[in-house]
């Protein structure tokens, strides 16, 4: 009996062992997907990091898509396959979208049985971003608007003041003109993410993109045309000389050219290139009393409504817009906060934006920001490639602006219906 009795105490750690095992809750991944990972890298591998050191055994894994379009088109591919990730970060103007397909999951119950949510430090306005048909399909990441960037050295090349620097079309035209430079005077990115550029030239000018019932189209306007006007005058300020969206932000951080229109997400990483080689001023885009500018920038959204793996998609999406992951975005890019304690907070970004003059204007623009329309429909994405065929025939001057907004109109109503 005794020679048995090593045998019984192992058996017995074995069956112990097993009940451990089978009660211990299963580590899980949660799997990421991402736009803008040029710009994202970091600040997801800090959320990745922060997630695992706070969830004992989960994993995360991150996929990275460059342009919004690309993750965009990620998702729908991946939805059809049955592949899709849990968490995703997309362009706003693509929730609604996604939203449409099932692939975004409303989050009302999930915000509305959070006991720490109201603390959060992101505002019910704020939510009005990611809201489609009165449902919340995310949560506002990241925002950023359209600014108009100077090169102060080829400002004063040219016999201007650089710190003066011009704020109306007509003045900062006049710069341009006078700017002598390899790359040119000026530069915009008239071939942004779902037609930015031009909803942006038409809502600063006080023009709508859509009708009431956001059926059919309302830029076949004066604002409309006034728009294709700007491009216009910017093309002939650099003798209708195409520049690609990732030439033209090359062309300012290497000091060839003296005024870039774009994006204020990159301008974190544009100061860091020109450090020591010349400094940038920023000013807010030209807007009219009545003019808006809408916002670009990143929702993040829920794509898996499954036991476990919701809480934890909950909790990594709560943790990016908190105050502390929102300070993580806002020291590592350029994308403006949503959370209001992390903007406010001096301990946050609050010092942060006080000693970064060019990244507290981007910040105020936001005080002009609306919501940025999206066109109905299956057809988004071929209303998207009209544009940038006739913003370009613009821009290169092979085409007049009233010609351009008449074919624009034509056939988007017809992509429309």
Known sequence: MHSRSPRLFI???????????????RAAELSVLYAGSDLMAPVQNNFKAHFERTHSGDKVSLEGALEYTDARSVALRESVVGALQDVGYYCMSDVCILAQRGIAKPLDDSIK????WSSTGVSEKALDVTRCNGVIYGLPFSASVMVVMYNKKLVAKAGWNPNALPTTWPD????????????????????????????????SRGGKILA?????IAFDSKQGLEALQILADIGAARNHVDMTKAQARQAFISGTLGIL??????????????????????????VTESGRVPASGMAGILQTDTGKKKGLAWDYLKYSVSADGQTVLGKMTSFQPFNNIAVQSADKLGTYYSENPELLTAAKSLKNAA?????????????QQVFTIYLQKVYTGTMTPDAALAEIARETSGLLK
């Open 212 to 216: 009431a019932d956001g059926k059919d």
């Open 113 to 116: 049985n959070d006991p720490d």
């Open 11 to 25: 058996s017995g750690l074995l069956i112990i062992a097993t009940l451990v095992a089978f009660g211990r809750p």
């Open 371 to 383: 919501a940025w329309p999206s066109f109905p429909g299956p057809n988004g994405l071929k209303i």
């Open 172 to 203: 900062i035209l006049r710069l341009a003109r006078s700017i002598q430079s390899t790359s040119g005077g000026i530069a915009i990115n008239y071939d942004g993410d779902s037609s930015w550029s031009f909803m942006t030239l038409a809502m």
């Open 261 to 286: 229109v774009d994006s204020s997400s990159g301008l974190a990483n544009y100061k860091k290139a020109a450090r020591g080689e010349f400094e940038i001023g920023v000013v807010p885009f030209p």
